[in-house]
């Protein structure tokens, strides 16, 4: 009986304090760096906004001067949303990963970041569990994991499916970073824990998102984890190949040895 109660309190004080963060209005700056994703962006944002009706948000879209006519298609985005909800910042060519978040940051004015790709392999249903799990734990980054239950992996062959699970293998062994899923890109952040973060990483490219949650680690950042089902893209081509793979085990050591 006293075992119940202490359960019954504890849910109590639980949703006590979840009811006082949601009172506390916060907004949230979503970063979405494109390059050629003209098929894909708009259903991005109609999700986006069908999932998060009831919160405060801006969705920062850093594109790499697409060819294909991906700015022009923001352009009308912004036509039926409005340009306060969509923000486009233009660079003029491929400028790397990193910085694409780190420009996008300039340009957000939300408490927390996130930070998710264009190629809907992040289904912004998932929007609301990463704001649910910060609301409970108070967590300064929420990270998306394709590598425990309910998590999975949709549309990928045997072989790449192999080989991401051995990366993310290869990364735990040598750097005990405390997540499961250290190349995912999709992720919830306390903006001042964004900020200090991303001023102190070095990549560009693909081992940016390592780097980000391996130095969040090391910082102490109290992290947590929501499952999610990542799907390969359906439209456009796939922008990772042999050379992104060496950029990976380059940046696997030099985190071996910097952090």
Known sequence: MAKLEEIETEEH???????????????????????NERLNIGLVIYLVFKHLQDIDFEVVIVDDGSPDGTQDIIKQLQNVYGDDLIL?????????????????????????????DADLSHHPKYLPNFIRKQMETGASIVTGTRYVRNGGIHGWNLVRKLTSRGANVLAQTLLWPAVSD???????????????VVSSCV??????????????????????????????????????GGSEIVEYLKGLFYLLFTT
């Open 13 to 35: 004080q639980k949703a006590m304090i979840i009811s006082k963060r949601k009172r506390i209005k916060k907004k949230y700056s979503i970063i979405i760096p494109t390059y």
């Open 88 to 116: 486009l910042r233009a660079r003029p060519k491929k400028l790397g990963l990193g910085t694409a978040y780190y420009d996008g940051l300039k340009h957000a004015s939300g408490d927390f970041i996130i930070i998710m």
């Open 182 to 196: 250290l190349t995912g890109s999709f992720r919830l952040y306390e903006r001042t824990a964004f900020e200090d």
């Open 203 to 240: 990549s560009k490219g693909y081992v940016f998102q390592m780097e980000m949650i391996v130095r969040a680690s090391r910082k102490g950042y109290h992290i947590e984890e929501v499952p999610i089902t990542f799907v390969d893209r359906v439209y456009g081509s796939s922008k990772l």
